[in-house]
């Protein structure tokens, strides 16, 4: 009985680790972006979850209406990404979707069947606090000591994005982690250790922050706070405020006059001798925020702690203070009219703001970077097809035929537009009804004593669903499994058995216990659930393994390996692709033709296989120039389809397959 005991404490204080686990696991993984880390974080989900329901006899005892509805929407949500393959160009793209919301999903359903306690939620905030600023202390010594951690040459070191590989990612990783900081060193009632933690970590966080560059985070950070504030309302913010803010600040201000440090090669001498500085000075101001913080926890928290105000006072003061909020940006807008409008006109400006040889320039420029383009081509594509959208995972096809300019972008910086042009109003409504709920259901939790914790929770989400609307957070897994973590344990209902302490985890709810050979049949679905994203990671290797020997010039491994990774998975263009450029090098032109062929009837509105197809009906003697001619159609501004389109087109038959060859040979990647 007592091992049965400590099993279950053991096997729940792991999966109180998880998400931070997971979230720092995607963080060194490029945040998730690319398919192998996706897949094998959702591997792990699903085996986590299989082995829950299979060793507890109430697996599902955070079950209640808000899970269900949640749960269900991402899971409806995760379907309709599925079988848009069938209407897609792009099967292969839908698929790798369809992992993207499964990990969502699985991370939602996992988290929110544990059952929900407010000393799991503080035990899962304080260990993902304690992760992200590990992360972000790590982010922040690349640029300030970068002997100490040196990055590799193919990470842009411009703006920080180590270990994320996306800076605004990153900037919104670091939001998080004000957020949570800034509410344990405000919470008078957590231990004393923890508010002088909390405080202590500001100041990186905030240098950490500042060195993205990304006006987004910072916008959704102040949007954050404010919100958790005025709701929150915790007792000691008074201290944090005298001890982070001036920390804070100092830091800010030094890194910002580190003007070496805000240029496109700040490992420059000059800018590692202003990192030393920067680094020395933030160090400094962490330990005497922490200290403060420390100081002030005995000396004011105490006394603040021992005033109760009756709940018609505290209902005054909340109305009060989101009345003064609310008179101060009406007549800030009106008073800032003129400079609002002319901010707005910049706005609509596509260029990159700010300018290159002072990044701290883009802080005050409100241009919208191409946003505006990218956002018009996801509207025009939803009223092509508004009911289901084009498929998912095709923006960036659709994107490529109507730039105007020759930046390539693969998404469309705004999660809503992006699912309208890809799912239509279906896929749209299910994301919302998923969002919504996990907000609604916090901010209903963000009342009474633990008020706090639950703001600091909705401030997090808040941040992440505005940023959302004008980035690509949702193709990064290192800051949404956050979310959806969350998201689930804030929509579960508490065991029944239990307040506080935990108590009995087989006891749970009486509807949430499950005879074993039912949990058994619902283990194995849930290790099902895991094969699809097992088949991209078994097949994702493969193909880089293949590209690997390409780049190298090993032609006939990088058959051998792309078609293995065709074996795994059939559906991937890119295997095809690279077994016919192979072949092409081996001399095997008809080879080459079927394979590229392949390619393009598994993505036929992708300009590089009809492009790729042009160059292997050359080189075998057919006629290119109908493909040459498609793939510049689909990317009009791709300067390879324009070459090749002259080249072809200047040709006479018998020079197609020379310069074919020529073409071929020039490129090393693909």
């Known amino acids: 009985m007592m091992s049965s005991m400590l099993d279950r404490r053991v096997s729940g204080v792991a999966l109180l680790l998880l998400p931070a686990g997971l979230m720092a696991y995607l963080a060194f993984n490029a945040g998730g972006y690319f398919p192998t880390a996706a897949a094998f974080a959702a591997m792990v989900l699903a085996v986590v979850l299989a082995l829950r329901v299979a060793g507890s006899t109430a697996p599902f005892e955070g079950w209640n209406p808000w899970l269900v509805v949640g749960s269900v929407a991402v899971a409806l949500l995760g379907l309709l990404t599925l079988l848009s393959a069938a209407w897609s160009h ?33 035990w899962i905030l304080r260990v993902l606090a304690a992760a992200i600023f590990v992360v972000c202390g790590i982010a922040l010594i690349t640029r300030l000591l970068p002997h100490v951690w040196p990055t590799s040459a193919n990470i842009a070191n411009n703006r920080l994005s180590y270990p994320v590989t996306y800076w605004n990612v990153l900037g919104l990783l670091v939001v998080f982690g004000i957020l949570l900081c800034a509410h ?81 090669d700040p490992t420059t001498v000059g800018a590692v001798q202003q990192g030393h500085h920067v680094a020395i000075v933030v160090a400094i101001c962490a330990v005497a925020a922490g200290f403060a913080r420390a100081v002030l926890g005995i000396a004011l928290d105490r006394p603040l702690r021992r005033i109760r105000l009756k709940p018609a006072t505290a209902k005054r003061t909340s109305r009060i203070g989101w009345s003064v909020l609310a008179a101060a940006a009406v007549i ?13 006109h910049l706005f609509l400006k596509p260029a990159a703001p700010g300018n290159t040889s002072d990044l701290r320039s883009r802080l005050t420029d409100p241009g919208n970077n191409g946003r505006i383009v990218l956002w018009k081509v996801a509207w025009h594509e939803f009223n092509a097809k508004p009911l289901l959208g084009q498929g998912a995972g095709t923006f960036q096809d659709s ?34 009804v998923a969002i919504l709920s996990v907000l609604i259901r916090t901010a209903i ?7 706090p914790l639950y703001a600091a929770v909705f401030a997090l989400i808040l941040a992440w669903a505005v940023e959302s609307g004008v980035d ?52 194995v679905v849930c290790l099902l659930l895991a094969v699809a994203p097992a088949y991209v990671w078994l097949s994702q290797r493969k193909l880089n393994q293949a590209d690997t020997a390409f780049g190298n010039g090993n032609w006939r491994v990088a058959t051998d390996d792309a078609l293995s990774s065709v074996s795994i998975l059939g559906i991937r263009p890119e295997a095809y692709e690279l077994i016919a450029y192979s072949d092409l090098h081996r001399d095997m032109p008809g080879l080459a033709i079927r394979a590229m062929r392949k390619a393009v009837s598994l993505d036929r509105n992708n300009w590089n296989y009809a492009y790729g197809l042009a160059l292997m009906e050359a080189a075998g ?25 002259e080249t072809f087109k200047g040709d006479t038959p018998p020079e197609w397959p020379g310069d074919a060859k020529t073409i071929a040979d020039a490129l090393t990647s693909l």
């Open 399 to 432: 994107y490529l035929q109507h730039r105007t300019t020759t930046e390539y972008v693969v998404n469309a910086h705004s999660l809503y537009l992006e699912t309208l042009d890809t799912l239509g109003i279906v896929g749209l409504v299910l994301l919302l």
């Open 621 to 645: 003697g057919l006629n290119p120039l109908p493909e040459a001619r498609r793939a510049l159609t689909l990317d009009p501004r791709e300067q390879l389809a324009q070459v090749e389109w």
């Open 445 to 451: 939790r963000a009342r009474g004593p633990d008020r």
């Open 472 to 523: 690509w957070d949702w193709q990064m897994p290192v800051v949404t499994i956050v979310v959806f973590a969350l998201g689930g344990f804030m929509l579960a209902r508490a065991p029944a058995t239990t307040a506080e302490s935990g108590g009995s985890e087989a006891a749970g709810h009486p509807s949430a216990l499950l005879s074993s050979p039912f949990r058994t049949a619902i283990g």
């Open 90 to 122: 792009a099967p292969e793209s839908a698929l790798l979707a369809f992992d993207l919301v499964l990990l969502y999903a699985l991370a939602m359903v996992l988290f929110g069947a544990i059952g929900h306690t407010r000393v799991r939620l503080v």
């Open 332 to 344: 800030a807008a009106v008073a800032l009219s003129g400079k609002i409008s002319h901010e707005y």
């Open 184 to 264: 344990f060193a405000s919470q008078a009632a957590e231990p004393l250790i923890s508010r002088a933690a909390g405080a202590a970590a500001l100041p990186v966080l905030a240098s950490t922050l500042y060195f993205t560059f990304s006006r987004g985070s910072i916008g959704v950070c102040m949007i954050g706070l404010v919100v958790y504030v005025l709701v929150a309302r915790p007792r000691g913010l008074l201290s944090a405020l005298l001890t982070a803010v001036p920390a804070t600040a100092i830091a800010l201000k030094v890194a910002y006059d580190a003007n070496l440090l805000a240029t496109l």
